[in-house]
């Protein structure tokens, strides 16, 4: 069984920084690519980050990320992380982690977590 668990969501004022956190088991974390969505109240869950099963490949959401965000992996410890810098309270959202076998590091993911909470405060 699949198994995605996020963590390291909280409150945070605008400007400060999060490291989101996605543990994996159930799958073969080293051949999955890894992403991160989220979605705000009343809208739209969107693409935030996406990252190849090497990590040699890295992919954002340039509309809003604009350098800010990081993603990373360690497929020793079978995680992949989301560092987001200088943080706005338009980042208020509910953040996921998702993986698939055998889709490009932008989508379509087959496998989600249950998500962690970012609160951003102006």
């Known amino acids: 069984q699949v198994q995605l668990v996020e963590s390291g969501g909280g409150l945070v004022q605008a400007g400060g920084s999060l490291r989101l956190s996605c543990a994996a088991s159930?799958?073969?974390?080293?051949?999955?690519?890894m992403g991160w969505f989220r979605q705000a109240p009343g809208k739209e869950r969107e693409f935030v980050a996406g990252?190849?099963?090497?990590?040699?490949?890295?992919?954002y959401a340039d509309s809003f990320v604009k350098g800010r965000f990081t993603i990373s992996r360690d497929n020793a410890k079978n995680t992949v992380y989301l560092q987001m810098n200088s943080l706005k309270p338009e980042d208020t959202a509910v953040y996921y982690c998702?993986?698939?076998?055998?889709?490009?590091?932008?989508?379509?993911?087959?496998?989600w977590g249950q998500g962690t909470q970012v609160t951003v405060s102006s």
């Open positions: 990252i190849s099963w090497s990590g040699g490949n890295t992919y």
């Open positions: 159930g799958l073969t974390f080293s051949s999955n690519s």
């Open positions: 998702a993986a698939d076998p055998i889709g490009r590091p932008t989508g379509p993911f087959g496998y």
